[in-house]
């Protein structure tokens, strides 16, 4: 008799992401900039000091602290987790039981509503208005009508670049009964952040990443921010070693150069918004561009019909983007990297 997965497992399929090997690749939203570059040498220093023969530090401290000085924020309500992604993970599925209700938005980091169908947890998706913004109002009052335990969101948003100022987050949090879970994964790049009033309101929590301005994607490192009884309950409820003493040493001598990395942050704002710029001007002469969104973030998100056959000739022609639908999602890179993907970006135009 062979074993049969259950029906759940038997419905997904393992997450692809552009694995071929391009010399432009601008799809993953990742920084444009090794920070081990510069820092390499301190990176060094700090993973040899690492006792591999031992297991790291359940509670991350050192990481952790380093990463609360950074935000200006209490070391004992940030808990540190294998990137965003294991944090998302664990909050739904400890903090809301089988069959709960959970909101998300669409679109928004599809990664939400498979944590919720792991987890098994009932899906309720809002469909943001026509211009991709999110009108608040109407997602408490969804909230509040339909027994939602908890809504996640990302803010600014990936994929549409676009963000909901501070004063409609916390309005949302003052007026809902359900867990708020805001990913600020792309924050550092606007300026809205709620990190500040996890303290003032106990069902809010703040996910945060090291993956994207920081630069640090390959350690997979992300904190989850939040009060008192949030931050115990999930610091209980995590596996006890789960961020490892490499990823914890390395980007603890990471963090303790913050004016390097604001200044990275700020290049990749730069390199952003001439990107948006050009995309913008060639949306003038091509009307296969029906819409350059407004970014707050390291990435640019295009509409356009003509998406797939964009998404393969680039491809075709050494530079990975990401397609989606309808849409193309464009990471900000270096200077280089960004004038190859608008001299190919512009000659696939020409030709459709």
Not at 33 to 38: A, G, L
Not at 246 to 275: D, F, N
Not at 311 to 334: F, H, I, P
Request: glycine letters at 4%.
């Amino acid at each position: 008799m062979s074993y049969e997965l259950n029906k759940k497992l038997k419905s997904i399929e393992p997450y692809e992401p552009e694995t071929g090997t391009y010399p432009v690749r601008l799809d993953a939203n990742e920084s444009c900039f090794d920070i081990s570059e510069k820092l390499g040498d301190v990176i060094s220093e700090a993973v040899k000091k690492v006792e591999f023969n031992r297991y790291p530090d359940p509670t991350a401290k050192e990481v952790s602290e380093a990463f609360a000085e950074y935000y200006g924020l209490n070391p004992e309500h940030c808990t540190a987790g294998n990137g965003s992604d294991e944090l998302i993970s664990l909050i739904l599925s400890s903090f809301l039981d089988k069959g709960d209700t959970v909101v998300t938005l669409s679109p928004d980091f599809s990664m939400y509503a498979f944590y919720g169908f792991i987890n098994e947890l009932k899906i309720k998706n809002i469909a943001k208005e026509d211009d991709l913004k999110i009108d608040v109002g109407k997602v408490a009052e969804f909230c509040n009508n339909n027994d939602v335990k908890a809504i996640i969101f990302s803010n600014p948003c990936n994929p549409t670049s676009l963000g909901v100022r501070r004063q409609d987050i916390i309005r949302l949090v003052k007026n809902v009964y359900c867990l708020v879970i805001i990913d600020e994964a792309y924050m550092d790049f606007w300026g809205e952040s709620v990190l500040d009033m996890v303290e003032e309101y106990d069902n809010l929590v703040v996910l945060k990443t090291c993956s994207k301005n920081m630069g640090m994607a390959a350690l997979r490192l992300g904190f989850a921010v939040a009060g008192d009884t949030i931050s115990n309950a999930i610091k209980a409820a995590k596996s006890p070693y789960n961020v490892n003493a490499i990823t914890q040493a390395a980007a603890a001598a990471v963090l303790r150069h913050k004016p390097m990395i604001m200044e990275y942050t700020a290049e990749i704002v730069r390199s952003r918004k001439m990107l948006q710029n050009a995309v913008t001007e060639l949306a003038e002469r091509y009307f296969t561009i029906e819409k350059v969104y407004d970014s707050v973030t390291n990435f640019i998100f295009i509409k356009t019909p003509k998406a797939k056959e964009i998404y393969d000739k680039l491809l075709q022609r050494g530079v990975s983007v990401r397609y989606m639908g309808s849409y193309l999602r464009v990471t900000a890179g270096t200077e280089r990297e960004n004038h190859i993907f608008l001299k190919e970006f512009k000659e696939v135009l020409s030709l459709l």
